[in-house]
């Protein structure tokens, strides 16, 4: 007797393949309505496939679901990981009202539990952004001390590398990468849903560039391109993990091979969003070292089209061209313009 396509998409969840549970989730639906807890699987498949919107709407109705039958962890987790997905493609007001939602939902029933603690990663990373890596280390460690109290994994690696970028922010950088490898031993000891699981892996090798620990970057993007191996229907961290990839490449002169990482970049991650954005920069910045002015131009263009300031690739391309006031000019824009650094890959992807 065949399986229902409801059990099948839930075993090809179990085993990661999330274009199959993706695709047959939606069919179950068609059959009948969802429960909540397969909505969230639903919404987890389609965004780990780079599907945000389909994502976005499945984990919407979740929460309006455990609303219904009463179960307000549950609703407030899954307004939480609306939040999230939000967040990480820059709609920053959205993110923040649903935020608030799963807040006020605990709150009405005064409920303590685990979700509390992933609704502080927010405030952290926001604390960081506007300049007090203190107050964000604080933070963290708070979310931490609620992850051991609740026993869950997924939040005490979160919480563990953003304690680790926030000493690198404090200049306590011995300190802050021991705890970034610590977070990504649980990340590969398979402790960490698969969603946080790539945000941790991007941020760690966010946190190596900034401190220019190539050796440390190198490492951990191998340990990334095998994970993303592990799982070929991921298509979010894959794209991000080519980009990556095609970063150490250039670093280390092989701009065929970074070349060939950033296209294949260019053409997974989905247009319109930041992460398209960053793949569209670094394939300008291969341009741009071997002289191909034009093609660095227009792979800048694309990039700013995809919400990816081209910078500072930009006015060093206007400087190889000669045209040094207009170089000057465009980086003491972009000076003036740039964000403070963000503790988490989601955050930075934002900005």
Not at 2 to 16: H, I, M, Q, V, Y
Not at 243 to 258: D, K
Not at 304 to 316: D, F, H, I, T, V
Not at 327 to 348: E, G
Request: glycine share 8%; aromatic share 6%.
């Amino acid at each position: 007797m065949t399986e229902a396509p409801l059990d099948r998409g839930r075993e090809s969840f179990e085993r990661k393949a999330w274009a199959e549970s993706h695709r047959l989730l939606q069919a179950a639906e068609r059959e009948a309505p969802l429960e909540p807890e397969d909505l969230e699987r639903l919404a987890m498949a389609a965004y780990l496939t780079g599907l945000d919107d389909e994502s976005e709407n499945a984990m919407a109705r979740a929460h309006q679901t455990f609303l219904e039958r009463g179960e307000t962890e549950a609703a407030a987790r899954a307004a939480f990981w609306v939040s999230f997905a939000l967040l990480g493609r820059g709609a920053l007001a959205p993110a923040a009202g649903w935020l608030a939602r799963a807040e006020r939902v605990l709150d009405e029933r005064r409920l303590d539990c685990v979700v509390r603690g992933y609704l502080l990663i927010p405030a952290a990373i926001q604390r960081i952004i506007q300049g007090d890596p203190a107050a964000s280390y604080a933070t963290f460690i708070e979310a931490g001390d609620i992850a051991s109290r609740f026993s869950d994994r997924s939040l005490s690696a979160l919480a563990c590398h953003g304690r680790g970028r926030a000493l690198i922010h404090l200049g306590r950088i011995a300190e802050g990468v021991a705890l970034l490898d610590e977070a990504m031993v649980s990340v590969i000891a398979g402790d960490v849903t698969p969603v946080l699981a790539g945000d941790i892996y991007c941020s760690v090798l966010e946190g190596c560039q900034e401190i220019f620990d190539l050796r440390r970057a190198h490492e951990w993007t191998t340990s990334l391109s095998r994970w993303c191996a592990s799982q070929p229907d991921l298509v979010r961290y894959r794209g991000e993990c080519l980009i990556y990839r095609a970063e150490i490449m250039e670093w280390r002169g092989n701009w065929n091979g970074a070349e060939q990482d950033a296209r294949a970049a260019c053409e997974l991650l989905p247009p319109g969003r930041g992460r398209a954005g960053g793949a569209f920069f670094r394939l300008g910045e291969i341009h741009r070292l071997r002289g191909e002015f034009q093609e660095a131009e227009a792979a800048y263009a694309r990039a700013n089209e995809c919400g990816r300031k081209p910078q500072p690739g930009l006015s060093l391309l206007r400087l190889a061209q000669g045209d040094i006031d207009q170089a000057v000019a465009s980086i003491r824009s972009a000076v003036a313009d740039r964000p403070a650094r963000s503790v988490t890959s989601a955050a930075s992807r934002s900005t």
